[in-house]
Nanobody, 127 residues
Framework: QVQLVESGGGLVQAGDSLRLSCTTS????????MGWFRQAPGKEREFVAA???????FYKDSVKGRFTISRDNAKNTSYLQMNSLSPEDTAVFYC?????????????????????WGQGTQVTVSS
């Protein structure tokens, strides 16, 4: 049974940092690409960042330079380091994993690419 569990969310002030973790079980983690998405109230779920099974990374333009995605295959965990947070980053953040191998970064930006999802963790940034 595959499980993804996010943690690390919370309430912070603008300019603060948070590190989200996504711990997985029930799968061969090193073989999966990992993605982070977020969903704000009343909006669709959107891509934030992805890291492929070999370590290639992709980011939403608005988070480049502020967010960093990483993975630790020994711990079966993916991380999303978020710096310089703003109220516009307020959302539920989800991690997801994908078993497929894709040539285009655009594929990793689509929710339909991913096979399994976590339950989400709330990030609230106050001004």
């Amino acid at each position: 049974q595959v499980q993804l569990v996010e943690s690390g969310g919370g309430l912070v002030q603008a300019g603060d940092s948070l590190r989200l973790s996504c711990t997985t079980s029930g799968l061969t983690f090193r073989s999966y690409s990992m993605g982070w998405f977020r969903q704000a109230p009343g909006k669709e779920r959107e891509f934030v960042a992805a890291i492929t099974w070999v370590g290639g990374t992709f980011y939403k333009d608005s988070v480049k330079g502020r967010f960093t995605i990483s993975r630790d295959n020994a711990k079966n965990t993916s991380y999303l380091q978020m710096n310089s947070l703003s109220p516009e980053d307020t959302a539920v953040f989800y991690c997801a994993c994908a078993a497929g191998r894709y040539s285009y970064s655009s594929t990793y930006r689509s929710t339909s690419t991913y096979d399994y999802w976590g339950q989400g963790t709330q990030v609230t940034v106050s001004s």
